[in-house]
């Protein structure tokens, strides 16, 4: 609890209070302003524009990381050769520096000598700009997004299809239900509390991401704009410009964003999650 309250509950309201003011120098001196911040955010096509590309990137990332991770589980939830082996490799994702990964996935977009071109050029394909073109940039990110996260879903679909009874799958099958039968009539039933909790978690996350654009994206790329999310610009304006009440007001956004989603989330997901 003491935890909880000082790295979380009492920034919240520090944020919330120094949105209303214009940061002095130095951080001293801060002149209130009242509603100024958020009158400019309102304003600021730079903010708007970030809060898309936003829910661009949860919008790739968070359905193909769930439905990923949801196949790769029930193939790793039977008795196979190296299945400890695979849920490892699977896993090792997670425990890596985000620095590190979003290093190794520039250089594999590298325009030039990356390994992805390498193998299109390989075979008689043109280069592509993975992460300077506008088409390509937001879609790429998501995907090292996907890859990272992945094994934090797996784990968590792993523990629930755990908790399914086998003897439900014994009954389906003297019924004469296939493998396909049984995961949409068996298997989605009965880990959608763990998919429901997977997915406030995910959405939550990549409303978050920031690692990632601020490591793989120069502020001189061309498809900066289309990439910057609403935590980069809540860094821009805090940490390169000092300007740490306009940079709250855009966190009050995010979280305002957040809080309406999950809110819909939790109405709507009685009539999906079967807690039976």
Do not use: C
């Amino acid at each position: 609890m003491i935890g909880l309250v000082v790295l979380n509950i009492i920034p919240i309201f520090q944020t919330i209070y120094q949105s209303f003011f214009k940061t002095g120098a130095f951080g001293k001196g801060n002149i209130f302003i009242g509603f100024d911040n958020y009158k400019k955010m309102i304003a600021d096509e730079n903010v708007w524009q970030a809060l898309i590309n936003t829910f661009k990137y949860a919008i790739i990332e968070v359905p193909f990381s769930i439905a990923i991770a949801i196949v790769l589980a029930v193939l790793l939830n039977r008795k196979i050769l190296g299945r400890t082996v695979y849920r490892t490799i699977y896993f090792l994702p997670m425990v890596a520096a985000p620095a590190a990964v979003a290093m190794v996935w520039r250089w594999l977009y590298n325009s030039e000598f990356g390994l992805l071109n390498h193998m299109l050029n390989s075979i008689g394909l043109k280069s592509v700009n993975w992460i300077s073109s506008p088409n390509f940039t937001f879609i790429s990110i998501a995907a090292v997004g996907i890859w990272s996260v992945i094994g934090y879903n797996l784990v968590l679909f792993l523990a629930g299809l755990q908790e399914i009874p086998r003897d439900y799958y014994e009954a389906s099958e003297i019924d004469g239900a296939n493998g396909i039968k049984q995961f949409f009539a068996i298997t989605l039933p009965l880990i959608s509390p763990t998919m429901f909790f997977v997915t406030i978690t995910r959405i939550i996350g990549a409303m978050q991401v920031f690692d990632s654009i601020f490591m793989m994206m120069d502020r001189t790329n061309p498809a900066f704009p289309k990439t910057q999310s609403l935590v980069y610009l809540f860094y821009k304006y805090s940490f390169i410009e000092s300007n740490k009440g306009y940079g709250s007001a855009i966190v009050m956004l995010l979280l305002l964003v957040i809080m309406i989603i999950t809110v819909i989330q939790v109405q709507y997901q009685k009539k999906w999650v079967n807690y039976n």
